[in-house]
């Protein structure tokens, strides 16, 4: 389903050359279960992005389902990112003036569909969790609370794969197994997950696990 060859990725800071992302090759199933532990600079946000098409490889490729990512003009790579993709960031980048179920809403809004689909976002906020919450705004919500909105929100498309970055580094420890419950319970339900942390404790959820460092990527036994 994810296929990385020789991926690197080259930033130029003030004649300077940082290899974030160096030579990784990498071979995600569907159905998976897949973590990358690093601390925080090793390039793990940005294998994310190289994954999910929003930041294109210096060298290597990129492929979803067999298809190269880097051949694709911008207008299909924004097609693939919609329907196949969902993507949790590290923080939970609600919009403030729009309620939960709106937030929830939006990757269909901006998709094929323009009008939105109330009675799925209201499916997938009761999934979460939040169902009293869903006339409720950003600010009026917990931070565990916006995560699950963040989660609800990935999911509205019925993508097959979930890029999560740091999806419970700003949470209390109760919070953070809440959540990933409703990772194995998403999992089980046939997405692929491909996690990114800087905590090696989550990794016991993993069915895979690699390791980053200095941008390049091994798998631990």
């Given at each position: 389903?994810?296929?990385?060859?020789?991926?690197?990725?080259?930033?130029?800071?003030?004649?300077?050359?940082?290899?974030?992302?160096?030579?990784?090759?990498?071979?995600?199933?569907?159905?998976?279960?897949?973590?990358?532990?690093?601390?925080?600079?090793?390039?793990?946000?940005?294998?994310?992005?190289?994954?999910?098409?929003?930041?294109?490889?210096?060298?290597?490729?990129?492929?979803?389902?067999?298809?190269?990512?880097?051949?694709?003009?911008?207008?299909?790579?924004?097609?693939?990112?919609?329907?196949?993709?969902?993507?949790?960031?590290?923080?939970?980048?609600?919009?403030?003036?729009?309620?939960?179920?709106?937030?929830?809403?939006?990757?269909?809004?901006?998709?094929?569909?323009?009008?939105?689909?109330?009675?799925?976002?209201?499916?997938?906020?009761?999934?979460?969790?939040?169902?009293?919450?869903?006339?409720?705004?950003?600010?009026?919500?917990?931070?565990?609370?916006?995560?699950?909105?963040?989660?609800?929100?990935?999911?509205?498309?019925?993508?097959?794969?979930?890029?999560?970055?740091?999806?419970?580094?700003?949470?209390?420890?109760?919070?953070?197994?809440?959540?990933?419950?409703?990772?194995?319970?998403?999992?089980?339900?046939?997405?692929t997950l491909l996690i990114v942390t800087h905590s090696s404790e989550l990794a016991v959820e993993a069915g895979s696990l690699y390791m980053m460092s200095k941008g390049k990527l091994t798998q631990e036994g």
């Amino acid at each position: 389903m994810i296929n990385l060859k020789e991926v690197t990725k080259v930033y130029q800071n003030e004649g300077i050359s940082v290899r974030a992302v160096d030579g990784v090759n990498l071979n995600v199933e569907a159905g998976e279960m897949v973590f990358i532990v690093g601390r925080s600079g090793s390039g793990k946000t940005t294998l994310l992005s190289l994954i999910g098409g929003l930041t294109r490889p210096t060298a290597g490729g990129v492929l979803i389902d067999d298809v190269e990512l880097e051949c694709l003009n911008d207008k299909k790579l924004s097609a693939i990112r919609n329907k196949k993709i969902g993507f949790i960031f590290q923080f939970a980048s609600l919009i403030p003036t729009l309620s939960v179920i709106d937030n929830v809403r939006l990757p269909m809004i901006f998709g094929e569909e323009r009008r939105g689909n109330y009675e799925g976002a209201r499916e997938l906020i009761e999934k979460v969790g939040l169902s009293e919450k869903i006339m409720s705004y950003p600010s009026q919500l917990s931070g565990g609370e916006q995560r699950r909105v963040a989660i609800a929100r990935s999911l509205m498309n019925k993508p097959e794969i979930i890029l999560a970055d740091e999806p419970t580094g700003d949470l209390d420890e109760e919070t953070e197994r809440e959540i990933m419950h409703l990772f194995r319970e998403i999992n089980k339900e046939g997405t692929t997950l491909l996690i990114v942390t800087h905590s090696s404790e989550l990794a016991v959820e993993a069915g895979s696990l690699y390791m980053m460092s200095k941008g390049k990527l091994t798998q631990e036994g």
